[in-house]
């Protein structure tokens, strides 16, 4: 991870502290960091409607609707990002609590 990454303020699952230290070069970061590699279009655009309906309802969406909105299949994100929390975390999205994360977490 770069420099600047390894300096923020995680908690113990890998979620930022300060979601307002969220750049798109950190995501990027984060990506590669946890496997996922560089970051596509799809990618992106599954990062983005994270993050707007968040925004909007401060709180985790139903994946399905993410990708029922995006046109992929139901299981994108885990294709993506192997799980929803992965996802979250590089979208520097906060703790969502315990039971959004454990629901994140499956495959």
């Known amino acids: 991870m ?7 303020q995680v908690d113990e699952y890998g979620l930022l502290i300060n979601p307002a230290d969220w750049t798109p070069e950190l995501a ?8 996922v590699g560089p970051l ?3 990618h992106w655009a599954f990062l983005r409607a994270l993050r707007e309906y968040y925004g909007k ?3 985790p969406p139903p994946s399905h609707k993410i ?7 139901d299981h994108a994100g885990s294709d993506l990002f192997t799980t929803c929390l992965t996802a979250w975390r590089i ?11 454990a629901y994140l977490s499956a495959e």
């Open 2 to 8: 770069a420099e600047s990454a390894t300096q923020l």
């Open 28 to 35: 990027q970061d984060l990506a590669e960091h946890a496997g």
């Open 40 to 42: 596509t279009e799809r």
């Open 57 to 59: 309802f401060h709180a």
């Open 67 to 73: 990708c029922r909105d995006l046109q992929l299949p």
């Open 91 to 101: 979208a520097g999205l906060p703790d969502p609590g315990e039971e959004a994360k």
